[in-house]
């Protein structure tokens, strides 16, 4: 399949921005769309984003062009928006991030040498990204971390953060005996009456993991995602066992149905 020629693509998105105009018009346009906001709009963003990633880790290649349309479309409507306030339009959005892909890259578009590693490259990215934030007036160390990831992504970005100005434990070992230490803070929190603390107890607990992962070199989201879609298989066998003996799950107990994930799990292995 060849790319599509230059015109296509300017056609196409600007009949998508003006369909996107049409939705918002306050006199003809569609009611849900007149009445959304940046922030009841956000949420569909972030969903969005994760059924792209869900159609790569399937591999689902014929749903991949509506996914990436069902993302394009949100930055098309914030973009409108914000165009319908004076603040800004899509050719803005456009031109910020061509201007800041040619700043990051000056290998590329500069006069700087290609012939240098993906490692080196990426520490190259962190410096041309600090002179960013100092720009921006943006001093603390973690300055600019988005409130708005998962948790679980943020963690590892503060943690990131630190590790660069030496506020990091040397190896996988110190992190698994604090895993250890949060570990008995949160059985100990268990034992009292207080939620809240627990709740703090059992974050702290999370946060370590997530810089345990990131000293053994592993995604969490990632290991978490493939967690879940190894539950989800095994139980999915549970269930189709139990279907064929005319039953559901709610019609057994935890011994069979533990004693199925087992035989679930070992024939996964074969």
């Known amino acids: 399949m060849t790319a599509p020629a230059p015109d296509r693509n300017q056609t196409e998105i600007a009949r998508l921005i003006g369909i996107m105009a049409s939705l918002r018009d306050p006199d003809k346009g569609c009611p849900w769309d007149i009445e959304q906001d940046f922030a009841s709009i956000a949420p569909y963003t ?33 973009a409108q928006m914000a165009e319908e306030k004076n603040m ?47 720009k921006k007036a943006e001093k603390g ?3 600019g971390v988005a409130l708005g990831l998962p948790a679980l992504t943020r963690a590892l970005k503060l943690q990131n953060r ?4 030496g506020f990091d434990w040397p190896g996988a070992g110190d992190v698994l005996e604090k895993i250890t230490e949060e570990t008995a803070e949160l059985v100990e929190a268990r034992e009292g009456k207080d939620h809240e603390h627990l709740t703090e107890e059992f974050g702290d607990l999370l946060f370590v993991m997530a810089n345990l992962a990131r000293h053994l070199d592993i995604d969490p989201e990632e290991a978490l995602r493939a967690a879940n879609d190894k539950f989800t298989r095994r139980f999915r066998a549970i269930e ?6 005319g039953r559901r799950p709610e019609e057994s107990n935890l011994a069979e149905m533990d004693a199925l994930w087992d035989t679930a799990k070992r024939a996964e292995r074969k």
């Open 46 to 78: 972030i969903e969005e984003a994760y059924e792209v990633a869900d159609t790569i880790t399937r591999e689902a290649w014929d749903e991949f062009p509506g996914e990436l349309g069902d993302l394009l479309l949100q930055v098309v409507f914030h």
């Open 88 to 134: 800004f339009g899509f050719a803005d959005v456009a031109a910020k991030i061509s201007d800041k892909l040619i700043d990051r890259h000056p290998h590329v578009f500069g006069d700087e040498s290609r012939d240098k590693s993906a490692a080196q490259q990426v520490r190259d990215w962190e410096t041309i990204k600090a002179a960013e934030r100092a």
């Open 141 to 143: 160390v973690l300055d």
């Open 162 to 165: 630190a590790a660069r100005v």
């Open 240 to 245: 189709a066992a139990l279907r064929e003996e």
